[in-house]
C-alpha cells in the first residue's frame, strides 16, 4: 500500500513496489483512522515554492505516472 502523507519519502527517491495499492486521502480528511493500519508505506510528492498543497486529483495522477516509469 502506498499512500500519499506528509513527513514521508518523495516520490522522486521512493522506489514502487511491482504491484500494490495506491491509497490517497481526503484533502481536507486525509486518510480515515480505520485503513490507517493497512498502510506499509508512506510518500508524498515534494512542495516547490510557497504552495500549501496539491487537489488529491492532481497529487493521484503525478504518483500513478512515477509508479509507471
Known amino acids: ?3 500519499v502523507w506528509s513527513k514521508s ?3 522522486h527517491n ?3 513496489p511491482e504491484e500494490g495499492i495506491l491509497l ?5 480528511h486525509g486518510i480515515p483512522k480505520t485503513l490507517e493500519k ?3 508505506e508512506k510518500v508524498t510528492v ?10 488529491a486529483a ?8 512515477n509508479w509507471l516509469r
Open 24 to 28: 490517497v486521502g481526503s484533502e481536507s
Open 58 to 65: 492532481i497529487a493521484t495522477a503525478i504518483l500513478c505516472d
Open 46 to 55: 515534494p512542495r516547490h515554492g510557497k504552495a500549501e498543497s496539491l487537489n
Open 14 to 16: 521512493f522506489s514502487f
Open 38 to 40: 493497512f498502510i506499509t
Open 1 to 3: 500500500v502506498v499512500i
Open 9 to 11: 519519502e518523495s516520490t
